[in-house]
Nanobody, 116 residues
Framework: QVQLVESGGGLVQAGGSLRLSCTAS????????MGWYRQAPGKQRVMVAA???????NYADSVKGRFTISRDNAKNTVYLQMNSLKPEDTAVYYC??????????WGQGTQVTVSS
């Protein structure tokens, strides 16, 4: 089992910044990739950004140039730096960890609200 604990959400004005953190614990060996997803009210959960164990990154088109994902392997932590936030970025943000041949583990989610 992998446990994921997120932090860093909150309320921010449009144009502001937030940094989300997600720390993994438990059976963390063989985690292939970690990422951030978000789910707005009434919408499906979608990928925001992901990073592999080799630090290859992938971003949703809607956040390219504004969000940056990074990881600190020594701390088993992945970060999401969010700049130039927009009201449409408002959602619950979930951390995810993928283990090949096992599946995906999810954090409990953290609310991000961007006011206009």
């Amino acid at each position: 089992q992998v446990q994921l604990v997120e932090s860093g959400g909150g309320l921010v004005q449009a144009g502001g910044s937030l940094r989300l953190s997600c720390t993994a614990s438990g059976s963390i060996f063989s985690i292939n990739a970690m990422g951030w997803y978000r789910q707005a009210p009434g919408k499906q959960r979608v990928m925001v950004a992901a990073i592999t164990s080799g630090t290859r990154t992938n971003y949703a088109d809607s956040v390219k140039g504004r969000f940056t994902i990074s990881r600190d392997n020594a701390k088993n932590t992945v970060y999401l730096q969010m700049n130039s936030l927009k009201p449409e970025d408002t959602a619950v943000y979930y951390c995810a960890a993928e283990k090949l041949s096992v599946g995906t583990y999810w954090g409990q989610g953290t609310q991000v609200t961007v006011s206009s």
